[in-house]
Structure formats: C-alpha cells, structure tokens
C-alpha cells in the first residue's frame, strides 16, 4: 500500500511560517503606531513579511499544483479532496471576507476620527497665542538692547568690554556681544564666563547683519538645545567713542513659564501636524498589514483546507484502491488503519472482509488440488490397468476410456471416432446393448469382435453407476482381450486330443493291418477266384487304411509331442536356400523367388523343426497356389523389419487366391483347412514350432492379393520377443461424448 | 588602463548626474570637497548642495524632521583589485522646523548641536558646509600609497516615521542622494 504522504511535513512547514509571520505582522503593526522599538525595524519586518508570505503562497502553490495534478491524473481520492478543499475555502473565505471589509471602514472611520477641525483650530490658536506672548517678551527685550546699544555708543573703545560686562549684569540678558560693522566681534560678554561659548560667541547669520546695517533692528526667537533663547540684534548709533556704526547683539533666555508652555504647545502641534501629514500613509500601512493579515489567514486556510481533505480522504482512497485489488482477485492486500470514527470501522471491516475472501479462496485451491491430484492418481491407475475401462452416458453413448481400451479397440488415439459404424467400439456396444437396455446391476459376458489384427475375445464386465455425481446414470465397461488365453487353452485342448488320439488309435492299429494281413495270407488261395478277389480286395482296403490312420496318428504325434529343441545358430539364408533346393526347377508348376537379406541374419534354432517348418509352410503354399491358378511363392528374410526391432522377420507371399475371409483369424488352429485333402495340422504345427523357438506368427490377406504368412524370430534368444508397446498415460474423453 | 576606469568612473558619473537632473529638479550634489594636512590631522572642506523636492518641504513643513546622512570614506588606491577603504565615517545632521519660532533648526546628530535659522535656505547652506572637519589621523596613511577620499549625502529614509517609509522606498521624490565625490589626497 503506498504511505508515501509528503503533505505533513509541508503541512508543519506552512504552519511554522504562517506562526512567524503572524508575529512579525503584529510588530509591524506596532511599529506602524511608532511607539514600540520595533519603528526602526519596520521596514525590514517589513521585507521579512513579504518574503514569508511569498514563501507561503509557494509552498502552498505547490501542493495545490500537486492536487491539480493528480485530479489529471485520476488518482483515487483527488477529486474528493478536491472538492473537499474549495468547499472548505469557500466556507473560510466569506466570514474572512465581511471581516475584511468592516475591518477596513472601520480603520477608516477610526483614523479619520483622529482628526477634529476643531482641535486643529485650538492648537493654531495656542501657537498664535504663545506667539503673541512671545512677541511682547520680544518687544520688551528689543527696547532694552537699544536702550543698551544708545549706552554702549557713548562709551570708547577702550572701556567697551568693561562697559559690556556692565550692562550684562544689569540687563537680563545672557550675553552681549558687540560687533563691528564689519562683523567683526570686539567685545563679548556671557553669562557663563568661563563657557566655551564666551570665547566663541554665536555669531547671527549673515541676512541678519545685512538686515540691521541697513537700519532694522532685528530681534527673534531661537530654539537652542534646551528651550528657547530671545535674540536682539540692533545698531549702535555712531558716537564720540567709536568712529563708526557698530552691532550689538543680546540674547536673552525666555523665561521658565513661557519656554515650557511654548515647548509644550509646539511639541503638540508637532505631533498633530505630523499626524496629520501621515494620516493617508498611516491608512495605507494599517490597510497594507490587515490585506497581508487577511491574506496569511486565508493561505492559511488553503493549506489546512488541503491538510484536512488529504487526512479525511486518505482512508477512502485505501479503499477504493483496496477495492480495485480486491475487483482485480488479490485478496491478501491489508489496508493500513484508519481513524477511531466510521471511516475506521468501515476501512476494519474491508480488511475482514479481504481477509475471510483469502481464506476462503485457500480453501477452495486447497480442495481443488486435492480433486486434482486424485483425479490424476485415478488416472494414472486407470492407464496402467491392462483392462480396458469404458464409461457410457445414460443414452449409451460413450464418454470416457482409458487407454487400455483404445488399443483393445483398435481406436486411433489422436483421432477416436466413437461414430464410426465399423469400427470395434460400435460392434462392442451393440453386443452388450441389451445388457445396457435391461435393469440388471451387474452383469459379465464374453465378446468376439473382429478388429483389424483379427477376432479378438473380450471379456466384458459392466455395471450400471448410481445416479449421483452428475452421471446420469451411465455404465462402465471393463473389459480383457482373453483371445491369446482362449486360443492357449484351445491349443492345450488340441494338444491333449492329439496325445490321446495318437496313443488310443496307434495301439490297435498293428494287430489290425497284422490280422488282416494273416487272413489274406490265409485263406486267400483257399477261396474260390471270386471270392479270393473279394477279400484281396477287403484286405488291401484294410492294411491302405491302417497305413493311412497311421500316417495321421502320426501327424497327431508330431504335434502333441513337444520335443526336446537342440539349439544351434542358424544362418537363415544359407538354411532356406539348401531346405529349398528339392523346391528348384519348378517341380509343382510353382516359381520359388528368394528375397534374402544380404545381412545374413543368425538364430538359435533346432534345424530338424526349421526344416519342419519351412516344409509345411511351402507345401500348403504349394497346394495353395496351384488351387487358385497362381505361379509364384516369394520367401524374403529381413533383419529388423520397420515396428520390430531385435528380430528377423521370415515371410512367404504367394499369388494364390488368399484365406478364406473370415478364417484369417483361426487358420493356425488345427482341422481348420480349405483343402480337399490333408489333416488340417501343417499350420498348426507350423504355429507350434514358432512358438517354441520364442517366435510370432501370422498370417494376412494383404491388399496387393494373395496370401502372406510372416513369422518372426527374436535374435536374442531366451528374450522378450514381443515388446509391449508403451500405452498412453491419459484417460480419453470421446468427443461426443453426451 | 587607469586612464580608462578614470574615463569609465566619469561617463558614469556624467551619465548619473544627466540622470538626476533629467528625473526631477531636485537633488543632493557634492559642489567640492578638499583636504587639507594640519598638525597632522586630513582635515576636510567641503560644500554641498541641498535641494529638497515637494514631497520633502511638504514634510519638513509638517513637523516631519529630515535626517541627511554624510558618509565620507578614505580609500587606498590599488591596482588590480577593488580600493581598499582605510576610514569611513558618517556625519548625521537633522534638519527640522519651530512653528513656535518659525524658524529651522538644523541640530548635528553626532554631537547633538543645535542652530536656528531664519530661513530654510540659510539652513541649508549651514548644513552643506564642511569646514575643517577632521577625517582621520595622517598617520594611518602609508607614505607611499595613493589614497582618495569619496564623499556623498543622502537622505536617510529609514530616520522617517515608518509610515512613510514604504512609500518614500517606492517613489523618487525621496530618493535623495548625491553621487559619490571623489577627491584625490
């Protein structure tokens, strides 16, 4: 879960800025009234204002270009926090709003109010007033300087210091200073003697001097450091004493009373008048800081309204992304905790949700697999049964089988057509319909179908299934290819009747052909001609047919004996080509072809049963052929024929008219034969010895005609000489199977 | 390479000056300045120009007081790098006006001094005169360095009561100051 939130620490930022900014807008303001120390800082409180708040409306633009951004982008949330953020603002902005606007009538009408006409006109008229006391002072003082200067003009130059120290003393003034017309001083004389000021006395300005040269007494009111002095500058009259006009200057201090009301007034009308020059840039500073003020308080509120709504819709927007997990199938994603409130409890009650979906999806997997792997055990066990195991729907149509039966049933593994209506699967079905057709529950019975290696025994067990489990009440088949068991207990059979035959016939035999032979012997030349010729004749009958039972009781012989085999290695061809030989020139109309492998093939084998073998093949091929108008019997060897390896395969092809159809199957059992003469057993006993070497034989009606007896004989003896061919591991479902 | 910087220094000053005089009438200017060697001490005479604009008198008539500030400094010439300055020092002079005594004061704010004056152009001119105003000790100054003295006035905004202050930044009727004067010592 993404708990990326860079909003708090910027959040703190922007708190921690608008605080100081704040504070730094009330000293500003309490340098606007100057009366707080912060007046010299003011314009750098000022600076630090605009910059914090400058820094402010960055930060805070960056968050709210960051929400821009994600409502773009459809971050989950955004749009809700947006929403959130200007209904907020909206809120906050319009109290802060009529706030304002009173705030700023009312400084207005609070700093105008400062002002009356009224206070203004009596602080004029204390000042005109203290000026006109000041005047009369003024008079009063410029009388006493000329009085002073009239006696100062009698006086010579010699006495004029002592005279000016004089009339100081008597005067009230605090220093005299003569000067001549020039402005050069001559004598001075100051209240305090000893001062700095008595050696270098103020001298007026140079206008003043001008002005009283000229005839006009010049007297003033001067502010000092402390107060105010009076300045008197007059002429003094040119007299016995001295050659030319001089300059008397006096200054006089103004007495206690009147400097202290006059400092007084004048400090207020200062004030006033300064505050009245200030009042439009007081009221554009006041307004400055209360906009500044309005404006932090408003950014403020943006950056906490975008605080807020982040907060609140955090959890919400965990849901909806844990929503859109959950939508998407992944179940073990937790959502962090939410608030102690209904946002809390709703964002538990998802993660419980999600939780108790994982679980249950766990179990379901966990169930599924076990289903799974029994599934495939079944399988596996129903691949190696070398039963075949068909299951058939309730309308009998086939569904699944395994691969047992496949090969049983000749079918096609890649391709299984269930509908072919010559094919074994159709001739299986319809010789158990009936079973499938009745009630009964169980039920067993033996099949022969004719599959393309020839007629083929089953043994058929089938049972009727429950109506459960969604099969609807369908069959299964098991069923065991028992040919090769039936065909070996009809050979054992033969065998037997062989034995028994060549045992119980032969006995009687020679007393039969010796006694008849006596009788001829005897009575022969007693009888009469025609007599003699009856029992000549009934006597040969006898001994003929003895010779021939015995032919047969031999044949019967040869195959229910089992002789012990001398085994030796056989070069095949070497062997076929000498037996054969008696076989050259044509001696029954027949062309002998060999076809022998240049590899000279070797097998173990008792030569005096091969020479049986090859004989009994060729002479029925023989009558074979000559019976069915044909000219040739071709014999081919072949080392590892194409399907078989590790044997030699030794095939006799003839151009005769075939086996019987129908009989392929059975022409190795014994007594069965198409021909007019003959015991039945030349391939039975062929068969026979086959079968003791290790060998396989069969016997076909290939497409090109005639008929073809192949038989193989494993080169290793004593080995497997037929190989299993590997069955498929799968249980196949018949496509059309409902 | 120094008659250039000199040459640089003077279309810069020229260029300054055509600019304050082009801007508005009123205007600081440095007429002289001259120091002297007496008993060892770099004595300065100087005399400066006061030219108030509106927005001033109107102030100054009003009870607001003006404060002009004077920094004088005593540079060493070098070469290469910028001129190392040996001495700077701030004279601060306040001028104001007595509606009692119609008259204006100019007080001496580092020695708290105070003269009236009948006129503000009598003022004035006390206040833009310098005579025999130690600068610094001769024997701070190495023999074989060149040095200059620079001098300028300016009025100083930050002396206003704050009210005014913001504006006066923003407008240039208060921006008052003279260029830098600079003399050879």
Request: net charge negative; charged share 25%; glycine share 8%.
């Amino acid at each position: 879960m993404r708990k990326h939130r860079p909003f708090g620490r910027g959040f703190a930022a922007i708190s921690i800025l608008t605080a100081l900014l704040l504070v730094a807008l009330f000293q500003l303001t309490r340098a606007t009234e100057d009366s707080g120390r912060f007046s010299e800082l003011y314009s750098v409180l000022l600076v630090v204002c605009g910059l914090g708040f400058v820094g402010l409306a960055l930060q805070i633009g960056r968050s709210l270009i960051q929400l821009a951004r994600q409502v773009r982008a459809h971050e989950p949330g955004s749009r809700l926090t947006l929403r959130l953020v200007v209904m907020f603002v909206a809120i906050a902005v319009a109290p802060v709003g009529i706030v304002y606007y009173f705030s700023l009538r009312f400084l207005e009408r609070s700093i105008d109010s400062w002002f009356d006409v009224r206070v203004e006109k009596a602080l004029d008229d204390a000042l005109e007033l203290s000026r006109t006391a000041l005047d009369l002072k003024m008079r009063e003082v410029l009388q006493q300087t000329v009085r002073l200067g009239v006696q100062l003009a009698d006086a010579g130059a010699a006495i004029t210091p002592l005279l000016v120290a004089e009339l100081r003393n008597e005067s009230d003034a605090s220093e005299l200073t003569v000067m001549s017309f020039s402005g050069t001083v001559l004598a001075v004389d100051s209240f305090e003697t000893s001062s700095a000021a008595s050696i270098a006395p103020e001298r007026p300005d140079e206008a003043v001097l001008a002005q009283v040269r000229q005839g006009r007494d010049y007297v003033s009111l001067d502010p000092t450091q402390l107060g105010f002095q009076l300045r008197a500058v007059v002429r003094i009259p040119s007299g016995a004493a001295i050659g030319e006009d001089g300059i008397l200057q006096a200054l006089y201090p103004v007495p206690g009373r009147f400097s202290t009301l006059g400092r007084s007034v004048q400090s207020a009308y200062d004030a006033y008048k300064e505050l009245v020059y200030l009042r439009e840039p007081l009221k554009v500073s006041f307004k400055l800081i209360l906009s500044l003020v309005l404006l932090v308080g408003c950014l403020a509120a943006l950056s906490a309204a975008v605080h807020a709504a982040r907060k609140l819709v955090a959890p919400v927007s965990d849901l909806a992304e844990g929503t859109r997990a959950v939508a998407a199938g992944q179940y073990d994603q937790q959502l962090p905790q939410g608030p102690e409130d209904e946002l809390g409890f709703l964002v538990e009650s998802f993660n419980a949700m999600t939780r108790a979906l994982a679980q249950a999806r766990d179990a379901a997997l966990t169930s599924q697999r076990m289903v799974e792997s029994q599934r495939a055990y079944l399988e596996t066990v129903l691949a190696r049964l070398s039963s075949g195991v068909l299951t058939l729907d309730s309308s009998g149509a086939p569904r699944t089988y395994n691969a047992a039966a496949m090969q049983i049933l000749a079918m096609d593994p890649a391709h299984p057509d269930v509908r072919d209506d010559n094919s074994p699967l159709k001739h299986l079905l319809e010789a158990v319909a009936e079973y499938l057709a009745s009630d009964s529950a169980e039920w067993r019975q033996e099949v022969t179908l004719f599959a393309p290696g020839g007629r083929r025994v089953l043994m058929c067990r089938g049972s009727r299934l429950p109506e459960v489990i969604g099969l609807k009440a369908g069959h299964v088949l098991v069923f065991d290819d028992i040919t090769t068991l039936v065909q070996a207990e009809r050979d054992a059979a033969w065998t037997e009747v062989a034995r028994r035959l060549a045992h119980e016939i032969k006995n009687p035999l020679t007393p039969i052909q010796l006694a008849a032979e006596r009788i001829r012997h005897k009575y022969l030349d007693k009888l009469g001609e025609e007599d003699g010729r009856v029992l000549d004749r009934g006597t040969h009958t006898i001994v003929q047919q003895v010779a021939a039972m015995k032919e047969m009781v031999d044949a019967f012989n040869d195959y229910a004996r089992a002789p012990q085999l001398k085994l030796v290695s056989v070069p095949l061809n070497d062997f076929v080509t000498e037996v054969l030989y008696l076989y050259r020139g044509y001696p029954a109309g027949v062309e002998l072809a060999l076809e022998l492998d240049p590899a000279g093939p070797l097998i173990e084998a008792d030569k005096g049963r091969l020479r049986q073998l090859l004989h009994n093949v060729v002479k029925n091929a023989i009558e074979a052929i000559r019976d069915g108008h044909g000219s040739r019997l071709a014999i081919a060897t072949r080392v590892n024929p194409e399907g078989a390896p590790d044997c030699v395969e030794l095939s006799f092809h003839d151009d005769g008219p075939g086996f019987p159809e129908g009989s392929v199957g059975n022409v190795f059992e014994p007594y069965v034969t198409t021909k007019p003469k003959g015991t039945g057993l030349g391939l039975a006993i062929v068969k026979k010895i086959v079968e003791e070497h290790g060998g396989l034989i069969r016997a076909e009606n290939p497409p090109e005609g005639g008929a073809r007896i192949a038989i193989r004989f494993p080169t290793r003896p004593g080995g497997d000489h037929r190989p299993v061919p590997g069955l498929p591991a799968s249980l196949t479902h018949s496509e059309e199977a409902g | 390479m120094r008659a250039l910087r000199n040459g640089l220094h003077g279309l810069l000053l020229a260029g300054a000056l055509l600019l304050a005089a082009g801007a508005w009438a009123a205007g600081f200017e440095v007429l002289k300045a001259g120091a002297r060697l007496e008993a060892g001490v770099v004595r300065l005479d100087a005399q400066i120009a006061y030219e108030l604009s509106e927005a001033a008198l109107d102030a100054l008539k009003n009870g607001v007081p003006l404060t002009v500030e004077i920094d004088i400094e005593v540079q060493r010439r070098r070469e290469w790098v910028w001129d190392e300055t040996v001495a700077s020092l701030t004279q601060r002079w306040r001028l104001e006006y007595h509606p009692l005594a119609r008259q204006y004061a100019v007080v001496n704010l580092n020695t708290g001094e105070l003269k009236g004056f009948p006129t503000l152009t009598a003022a004035l001119d006390a206040m833009g005169r310098l005579r025999d105003f130690p600068v610094l000790d001769a024997s701070l100054l190495a023999p074989d360095d060149r040095y200059q003295g620079r001098l300028r006035a300016t009025l100083d905004i930050e002396a206003l009561p704050s009210p005014l202050r913001p504006l006066a930044y923003l407008s240039g009727e208060w921006r008052l100051a003279s260029p830098w004067f600079t003399w050879p010592l």
